[in-house]
C-alpha cells in the first residue's frame, strides 16, 4: 500500500452480476487510485470510464438530492455520490467491495428491481390529500410550528437506502418498511392534508404497519439525508393512540404493559409484559424462551404466576411515576 | 437490433418525454382533462434535476412588491434579449402557480404570519424568492409529481427516448428503447413534448447531472430543426471549487460575501450598488477575473471565498442546511466556521427548442410545427434572453409546463389527428444502436467527452473570443470524426449503460457546436455571452435571437429572429 498526501493506492472490489448473461455473481477487482475530495461515485465512475464500460449503476444528480445512486460497501448503505471514499477505506482497512443495495433484487451490477420499494410508498397515499385549486389567489396558511413539524420527513429523496437495510422488512414482506412509514407521516401531518386518518389506520395494521418495527435504528443510520425514519415511525404509534385508532391487540397492549410496568415497579417486568400483552394460554408458546432468560438470570421462575409479585422497585419509583404523569401524552 | 419486427406501437394522445417540473405539470393537466398521456423517462421522475433546485422560485408575492417589477428585473437581466410578451405571461401567473404548488403539498418555509417565505435573490429589486429551506426545487418537483402520480399519469421510467417522428410538418411521435432490456417502441401521439430538461455537461466545469445531456436538442437539430439561442450558458457564480456542485444563490441572498485572496470584497469594482447581488453573469464575470489576475484561493488558485461567517448560526443552520453539508461532504469546509471555495460554474441553458409563447415548437422564426410542444429548460421560450435570473428557471419550468399541457389539451380537444407510424419509423433509433454497437475502433466515449468538456470550459466558457471559439469548433469537428471510430465494452441489452453513455455522447457533440457557433457569429457581449473582442452590447446588429440549423454532415447555417419588446426599451445595463 502506497500512502502519501494526496492519494493512495488501493483495490477495489466491486460486486458483478448480469441477470442476461450470468449465472452467478462474483467480485471483480480494480487498481484504483483515490484522492482525498474523491466520492465513492467517482471512483465507480472511474472503474466505468477508464477500466470496464460494463460496469452499470444508476446515478444523476451527483450531490445527494435526487437519491439514484444508493448502494452498499461492505454491508454498510451509502449514497454513492456523497459518501468520501478515503472515509470509507480508513473504516474498513482499506479493503471496500461495492454491493448493490438488496443482492436478490439484482438486475446487473449495483442496479437492482426497485418495484417493491415503489409499490410500499404508493400504498400510503404519498400526497397531500385535498382538494388542489386550478387557480388559488391565496396560499393555505401555514405556521412555522406546524411547517417545523414535518420533521424534515419531506427531504426524503427515495433512495431506499433504509428500505434494503431493514431488517423487518427482510424478514416480512409485508411490512411497509422505514421509508414508506415515514412518507405516511410526511403527509399525515401535513396540515393541508384530509386523510391521517386513514394513512393511520393503514399503519397500524398488524403484519403491515408500525407494530412491526423491531426499534433497531438501522434506518436512522442508513439514511443519508438524516431524516431518522425510527423517529417518525415512533410519531406513527403515538398519533394512532392520539386519534383513537389504535387497536387493542398483542402489539398495543405490549406497549402498554411497557408503562404498566414501569408504573408499578419503576423497572420492567419481562414475564408480566408477555402474559399481559399475550395472555396466560399465549404465554405458553414462549416457554422455550423463557427457560433460557430464567437461566440467564432475566426472570425468576414464580414470575407470571398470578398474586404473586416478586419484582424488586426502583428506589426512584415515586419519581418515575411522576416522570411518567408528566411525559404521558396519550391514554393508553 | 436493427431488424424492426419486434418494435412495439403504443398509441396515446400525448407523449411527453420528461419527468421533471415541466413534464409533470404538462402530464398533470392532460390526464386530468382526460387525455391518453405517456410519459417517458429516462430516470425516474423524482430523479429529475428539477429537484437539485436548491434557493427559491420567483413570484411577486411581497407587500412592496409587483408583477410588473419582477417583469422588469426579469427583461433586464436578460439583457433585453427576452422576449417580453413571455416575460409577461410569466410575471403576471407567477404568484397563483407558486400557490397552485403550494395548494398542492410544495413543503414551502413560512414567514411568522404563515404565508409562503421570500428571500432576496441576485438581479432581483425586491425580495421575490419564495422558498422551501434551501431545497426549492425538491419540494416542488415532490409536489407536482405526487399530485400527478395522485392524478393517475402513465410513466415509462428508464426509456430512452432516441428519435422524434417528423415528417412533413408534423411530428407524431418518438421512438424508444427501454434500458431495463432494450426493447424498441414507437410512441405514436397527436401531439408530443419535449421538456427534457438542460446541457450543462458538455462542460467540464458544471453543476448539472450526468443525465443532463441534451438529447433532446440534437435529436430535433437531426431533423433539420431549428435551435435558438445556443451561446447563451449561464455560468453560475458559486460553484464548489472541486467539483462544480452548486451552492445556491440563497447564501448570497442571505448575506453571503466574496472575497479574494488579498481578502478584498472585489464587488465593490465591478458593481457597486448591488454588489454580491448584482446578475450572476456579472458575479461570474468577476470571480474569473480575480482569478485571472492571479487573486483566486485555494486547489490551482481557480477560486474565490464566499464568507458567511458573520450570519447568525441559526440561518445557516435552519435556511441553508443542505448548503452546508454539500460544502463538507466535497470539500471540507464549514461554513459555520470559514470561507467556502467557489468558482464559475456552467450552469444552465438559456437557449433551446425554440417555442411560440404558448409553447408550439418553431420551425423557423415565423412558422411553426404541427403536434409538437417544448417547456422548460430544453425549450426557448424566451423568458430569459441572454441571462436568466435566480429562481426564474423552476418558476418557468412549472408554469410554461403546465401552460404546455393547457395548450395541448386545447389542440386534441380542436380534433387533431392521429398520424399513423409504422415499424419502419423506428429504423433510425435501431441503426444509430446497431452501429454504436458493432463499432470496433479505438476511440473510448469517456475520453472524447473529457476533451469535449475541457475544451468548452477552456475556449467557450466565460470569456470567448473569436480565435478560441474557432479553435473549439475545430476541435468539436474533430471529435466527431474521432466518435465514428468508438469501440464500446458492454454488448448486452440488459441496463447498457455505456450503450447510453455513447448516445449521449452523439448528442453532446452536436448540440455544443451550436453553442460554439453562436457565440461565434455573436460579434457582441450581452448577458452570459462574452466576448472579449467585442466586449459591448451591439443592439443595432444583434439585438436578435440566433435561429441555427444543422444538416447531415453537421454544417451549421444561422438565421435571425426578432426580439419581442413591448414595456421596457433596451438600456444600458448596470447594477
Known sequence: ?332 | MSNNTNVRIYEYDAVIVGAGLAGLAAAKELTEAGKRTAVITKLHPLRSHSGAAQGGINAALGAEDSTELHEFDTVKGSDYLADQDAVELMCTKAPETIRWAEHMGAAFSRDAEGNIAIRPFGGQSKPRACYAKDRTGLAVLQAIYEQAFRAGIEVFDEWYVADLLYKNDKVYGVSAYNIRNSEPAIFNAKVVMFATGGHARAFRFNSNAHANTGDSLSIVARHGLPLEDMEFVQFHPSGLGGSGVLISEAARGEGGRLFNALGERFMTKYAPNAMELASRDVVSRAIMQEVREGRGVGKDKQSVNIDLTHLDPQIILTRLPELRELAIAFQGQDMLKEPIHISATAHYSMGGIPTTINCEVRKNPIQTVEGFYAAGECSCVSVHGANRLGANSVLEALLFGRHAGENMVKKLNEGIKLKKATKEDANQMLEEIRRIKTSNGNERVSALRAELQAGMTEKAGVFRTKISLEEQLSHINALLQRFKNIRIDDKSNTFNTDLQEAIELGHMLEFSKFIVYGALIREESRGAHFREDFPKRNDEKFLKHTYAYMDNEFNITHEWGDVVITKFEPKERSY
Not at chain 1, 428500505?163 to 411490512?175: G, I, Q, V
Open chain 1, 1 to 332: 500500500m502506497k500512502f502519501n498526501n494526496e492519494t493512495r493506492k488501493v483495490t477495489i472490489k466491486a460486486f458483478r452480476f448480469n441477470a442476461e448473461t450470468d449465472y452467478l455473481p462474483y467480485i471483480k477487482q480494480y487498481e484504483l487510485e483515490v484522492g482525498k475530495d474523491d466520492l465513492v461515485l467517482d471512483l465507480m465512475n472511474r472503474i466505468k470510464w477508464e477500466h470496464d464500460g460494463s460496469f452499470s449503476y444508476r446515478r444523476s444528480c451527483r450531490h445527494g438530492i435526487c437519491g439514484a445512486c444508493g448502494i452498499k460497501v461492505n454491508g454498510k448503505p451509502v449514497l454513492a455520490c456523497k459518501q468520501n471514499a478515503i472515509e470509507l477505506l480508513d473504516m474498513f482497512d482499506n479493503d471496500i467491495t461495492l454491493e448493490p443495495q438488496s443482492k436478490k433484487r439484482v438486475i446487473k451490477d449495483m442496479i437492482i428491481d426497485k418495484k417493491d420499494f415503489w409499490e410500499k410508498h404508493a400504498k400510503v397515499k404519498p400526497y397531500v390529500v385535498a382538494n388542489v385549486e386550478s387557480h388559488p389567489t391565496k396560499e393555505t396558511k401555514q405556521s412555522i410550528e406546524a411547517f417545523d413539524a414535518l420533521l424534515n420527513s419531506d427531504l426524503c429523496i427515495q433512495c431506499g437506502n433504509c428500505h434494503y437495510a431493514c431488517p423487518s422488512l427482510e424478514a416480512n414482506p409485508d411490512f411497509l418498511g422505514p421509508a414508506a412509514l415515514n412518507a405516511a407521516y410526511r403527509f399525515s401531518i401535513d396540515t393541508r392534508d384530509n386523510a391521517s386518518e386513514e394513512r393511520l389506520k393503514l399503519t397500524s395494521k398488524p403484519n403491515i404497519g408500525v407494530w412491526d418495527c423491531v426499534k433497531c435504528f438501522e434506518c436512522a443510520q442508513a439514511c443519508p439525508k438524516d431524516i431518522n425514519p425510527i423517529e417518525k415511525i415512533t410519531k406513527l404509534h403515538n398519533m394512532q393512540f392520539e386519534y383513537g385508532i389504535a387497536e387493542r391487540n398483542i402489539a398495543t397492549k405490549h406497549a402498554e404493559g411497557f408503562v404498566r410496568s414501569m408504573k408499578k415497579h419503576g423497572f420492567l417486568d419481562e414475564a408480566d409484559i408477555v402474559v399481559y400483552s399475550e395472555g396466560y394460554l399465549g404465554m405458553y408458546k414462549h416457554l422455550k424462551t423463557a427457560y433460557k432468560m430464567m437461566k440467564a438470570g432475566k426472570i425468576h421462575f414464580t414470575d407470571g404466576l398470578p398474586f404473586v409479585d416478586n419484582v424488586p422497585k426502583s428506589k426512584n419509583l415515586s419519581e418515575i411515576q411522576k416522570l411518567i404523569k408528566i411525559s404521558q401524552t396519550n391514554k393508553l
